[in-house]
């Protein structure tokens, strides 16, 4: 199992902030790493072609840049464009983005979200592979081609929680990413729905947790609970918690002392999870306990 951490942009100083942040854990001894696209942050993947192009020696991951607000065409332009800049050290992973979002936030219709994405996927993958699309569809049709010759193809990864979207990870991309996703949850729903649409093609999960490896563990779950209480209350992570009989956030959280945490990141790795993303919370002193803790859980 593969160890990452996730990061975030910030919204003070953001890309030189960021590319310090990630020139940090690059040196720490990460080889990974993962960054959200959050509604109110300046665009990831712009940011991206700033920080790769600066920090050498460490792949990111976007988890996830939701699909709605760009066409599959744009997309493909500027993530081949950040896999250019950075020889091939980008991981897209994309997502769907919430109902209240979508509808309050960008003004537009949540119908049928798993046809939006295997009509994006139709016009998405053919480009990202150098090839010409011609995809029609309901909500959204591609047609045309892209030139930006030497430009890797990056490997697509969807947040995929719910049975139909885990047939479509398995059918069509690399894998799945999760979050708020515990690991009995993993073992007997994520996996196995994955592994059977992918019908023997490789696929991997990798699975995001938040992590506070504290000698405190009572004050850290209170932040916790505070700091991801709206995870609680979105319909597709609460379903998840609810498979995993968590009552919030803060049971999903790996929170204790080195030797607790470091249990319960073995219970992701025999829950057949392909890659574990530690997002350190807490004090800046206990983030860095977390991220040593997660680097010594390497194999």
């Not at 204790?256 to 073995?266: H, K, M, P």
Request: aromatic share 6%; proline share 7%; charged share 20%.
């Amino acid at each position: 199992m593969r160890i990452s951490v996730l990061t975030f942009l910030g919204n003070r100083d953001p890309v030189n902030g960021y590319v310090e942040r990630l020139r940090q854990v690059r040196d720490e001894g990460f080889t990974r790493a993962w960054t959200s696209q959050l509604p109110q942050d300046p665009d990831l993947l712009t940011t991206l072609a700033v920080a790769l192009r600066e920090v050498e020696g460490i792949e990111v991951g976007t988890g996830v840049l939701p699909i709605q607000v760009q066409h599959p065409m744009a997309l493909a332009q500027r993530a081949l464009t950040v896999n250019l800049i950075s020889g091939g050290r980008l991981l897209l992973g994309l997502g769907l983005s919430h109902q209240i979002v979508v509808e309050n936030v960008w003004g537009m219709s949540w119908e049928r979200p798993v046809r939006r994405m295997r009509e994006f996927l139709d016009g998405l993958l053919p480009l990202l592979a150098g090839d010409a699309a011609d995809a029609t569809g309901e909500f959204t049709s591609t047609r045309g081609r892209l030139v930006i010759h030497d430009a890797p193809t990056p490997p697509v990864y969807i947040a995929a929680l719910g049975p139909q979207m885990l047939r479509l990870a398995g059918r069509r991309t690399a894998g799945t990413m999760t979050w708020m996703t515990g690991p009995r949850t993993l073992a007997e729903h994520t996996g196995p729905g994955l592994r059977e649409a992918a019908d023997g093609r490789p696929v991997e999960v990798i699975a995001a947790l938040p992590i506070c490896v504290t000698d405190d563990a009572a004050a850290a779950r209170a932040q916790a609970a505070e700091n991801f209480e709206t995870y609680g209350k979105l319909p597709s992570y609460r379903a998840m918690l609810d498979r995993e009989g968590w009552a919030g956030p803060e049971d999903a959280a790996l929170i204790g002392t080195e030797s607790e945490v470091a249990g319960r990141v073995e219970e992701m790795r025999a829950a057949g999870v392909a890659e574990f993303v530690g997002s350190p919370f807490g004090p800046s002193e206990l983030q860095a306990r977390s991220r040593a803790l997660l680097l010594s859980c390497r194999p």
